[in-house]
């Protein structure tokens, strides 16, 4: 008898994680990937690898890092808890950019989008929001280094194809900028990758942009361009305070943009979206949106007219 292959094996590994999926993996919160619309599956880079994706079924990770940035926002650090010397050996970590996994607490389940992961180490990043009276919220306000925490994913459909150049549009809201990292940095990463990349970043202002060095790091590249809507920046100044936000000229807000960082103190809507449109530059254009449903929807209406994105190239994350 033939001996089965690595392909053979992935192949049959993911459909049965298809038949093992029931209604009750569904976390009932409207996702725009659901997990049982998009079933989590081998990728190219594990068939390749000639591993399982370990994160497939749930399984356990350990909380390396918790780091509180504001008060209400974390930072937290998994690594796969391996039960088993086979599992470390015969598996990898693979969360391509743009998918998110689910997070499983008793019968309790959210969804979360990785900004950084590494395919051996198996370990992955992620940033919270924590929402008061929050079922998951209230759980993860109390998670120290060495808790074990269960994950399964990816979930997902955005590919990014490398070899047709492509006008990407990438829209983050408030901590949804963590999962559009690793898609800036598929692009940025490829030498060989000619897409143009427009970062679009809104937050209530300065203090609340996160990664704020990740994005001066890329602005260094010819390919991308950012801009920070920040409608609710306010400086101590006499003026700024009566007004109730800084004016767009005001010094103490251009004193406190570094080199290549560009700021304007309103809401992104259709007419801010349409100046970033440059029609000169050829590519498909592509829309990526991060951010609650309320913004994924009044973006991605937005985009269609201003920046002349087709429906079948918005992506929500």
């Not at 049965?16 to 919160?29: K, V, Y």
Request: net charge negative; with cysteine.
């Amino acid at each position: 008898m033939a001996s089965m292959t690595n392909h053979d094996t992935d192949s049959q590994d993911a459909e049965a994680q298809e038949e093992l999926l029931q209604d009750s993996d569904c976390c009932g919160n409207g996702c725009t990937h659901c997990i049982l619309d998009n079933k989590p599956r081998p990728s190219k880079r594990v068939l390749l690898a000639g591993k399982r994706n370990v994160i497939l079924s749930y399984t356990k990770f350990r909380l390396l890092r918790r780091e509180s940035l504001d008060g209400q926002v974390l930072l937290l650090h998994f690594g796969h808890a391996a039960e088993a010397e086979t599992e470390t050996e015969d598996t990898v970590l693979d969360i391509p950019p743009g998918h998110h996994v689910m997070m499983r607490v008793g019968s309790l389940l959210r969804p979360y989008s990785p900004y950084w992961s590494d395919f051996q180490a198996k370990e992955f990043r992620i940033l919270v929001k924590l929402q008061r009276g929050g079922p998951m919220s209230r759980h993860l306000a109390v998670v120290r280094p060495n808790d074990l925490l269960e994950f399964r994913g990816p979930i997902g459909q955005y590919v990014h194809d490398p070899t047709e150049a492509k006008c990407i549009y990438i829209l983050a809201q408030g901590v949804a900028i963590a999962p559009t990292l690793p898609l800036v940095r598929q692009v940025l990463e490829n030498e060989e990758d000619m897409s143009r990349l427009w970062h679009l970043v809104c937050a209530r202002d300065l203090q609340h942009v996160y990664f704020r060095e990740e994005l001066l790091e890329f602005a260094q590249f010819w390919n991308y361009r950012s801009c920070l809507y920040l409608p609710h920046q306010q400086c101590e100044s006499a003026a700024c305070q009566e007004a109730g936000h800084c004016d767009q000229e005001c010094p103490n807000l251009r004193r406190s943009l570094r080199y290549r960082e560009t700021a304007k103190v309103c809401r992104l809507d259709a007419s801010g979206l349409a100046t970033h449109a440059n029609p000169s530059i050829p590519g498909q254009r592509v829309l990526i949106v991060a951010g609650d449903a309320n913004f994924q929807r009044t973006m991605a209406q937005s985009a269609t007219h201003s920046l002349a994105v087709e429906p079948a190239h918005i992506y929500l994350l």
